[in-house]
C-alpha cells in the first residue's frame, strides 16, 4: 500500500485506556491519521501480537497500515503491515529479509552520522528527531529542534517523518523544515476526542 506519513500515530497503552486502544486508534483514523505504530515498552510479545491482530482487523479496508515498533517477531506473527526499529533495536538488513520486500521497514535516527551508514535500500522511510524532549522516552537523544530537524531531512535519502514531543501547533514548522509528516503520541492518544484532535491536523 502507499506510504503516507503525513499523520503518523504512535500508541501508548497508558494514554489510550481511557477509550481502549482499538477505539482510540480506529477515531484517530477517522480523524485523517495515515499510519498507526503499534508501540507498548510493557506488554509482552504474546500480548503485542494479540493486540496487533486486534488492531489489523479493526483497521482492515480502511487503507492505513499498521507497524509495529522493535519487535520483529510480533510483527510477523500478526502479519502486521511493517516494522519500525531503533539504532539498538536490531539490524536492518535482518529485519528486511525476515520481513519480505512488499513490508513497510522504518528507522529511527538521531544524527548525521547515523545517516551516512544507513543503507537506503532496505528502508522505506526515516524517523527523524526527537525535534523535543518527550516523557514517553527518557533515554532519548539531544533534542534538534527545527533547525536541526531540517539539516537531517535535507540530508535524509529517504521520505522522512519527524518525532519527538510534537503537538499540532508544529504542524506547520514540520512542513517547513521538509519533513513529509509528523508522528504523535499524547496529542492524539490520551485525548477526550482522539477523531477530532487528529482533525484538528492541517491536511497536506
Known sequence: MP?????????????????GLEETVLAAVRGGVTLVQLRDKHASDAEMIDQARRLKAALAGSGVPLIINDRLEVA???GADGLHIGQDDGDVARARAALGPQAILGLSVQTHEQLARLDPSALDY???????ATPSKHDHAEPQGFDGLAALVAASPLPSVAIGGLKVEHAEAVRQAGADGLAVISAI????????AARAFPRR
Open 76 to 78: 510477523l506473527a500478526a
Open 3 to 19: 506510504l503516507d506519513l503525513s499523520l503518523y500515530l504512535v500508541t501508548d497503552a497508558g494514554l489510550c485506556a481511557d477509550h
Open 126 to 132: 526515516l524517523g527523524l528527531g526527537p525535534v523535543f
Open 189 to 196: 492518544c490520551g485525548t477526550p476526542d482522539p477523531e477530532a
